[in-house]
Nanobody, 116 residues
Framework: VQLQASRGGLVQAGGSLRLSCVAS????????MGWYRQAPGKQRELVAV???????RYADSVRGRFTISRDNAKNTVYLQMNSLKPEDTAVYYC???????????WGQGTQVTVSS
């Protein structure tokens, strides 16, 4: 499975940005997809994921501001980020297929920078 995320970017605090991630190389739709992020000097953390076809899980820090959605026909997952804060600055990673120790597949990472 290969994951290709869209380019992130630089946005001012309070602004919005949407990331997308396309999965390829799978013979069937992938239900388990989502987003993680890693800020400088910090561990990689979950942002928003689908835990099943319908269920989602959000980090407390983004709940109410970020929305994860999907287009199964395109094997694509989206992350709509609103009301962005400087602390949202990080490299965002698309991930898929949850294993015992974490996601089995990772995208290449895309930089999101929020200026104050």
């Amino acid at each position: 499975v290969q994951l290709q995320a869209s380019r992130g970017g630089l946005v001012q605090a309070g602004g919005s940005l949407r990331l997308s991630c396309v999965a390829s190389g799978s013979s069937s739709s992938i239900n388990d997809m989502g987003w993680y992020r890693q800020a400088p000097g910090k561990q990689r953390e979950l942002v928003a994921v689908f835990t099943s076809y319908f269920s989602t899980r959000y980090a407390d820090s983004v709940r109410g501001r970020f929305t994860i959605s999907r287009d199964n026909a395109k094997n694509t997952v989206y992350l709509q980020m609103n009301s962005l804060k400087p602390e949202d600055t990080a490299v965002y990673y698309c991930a898929a297929v949850w294993g015992v120790t974490g996601p089995k597949y990772w995208g290449q990472g895309t930089q999101v920078t929020v200026s104050s």
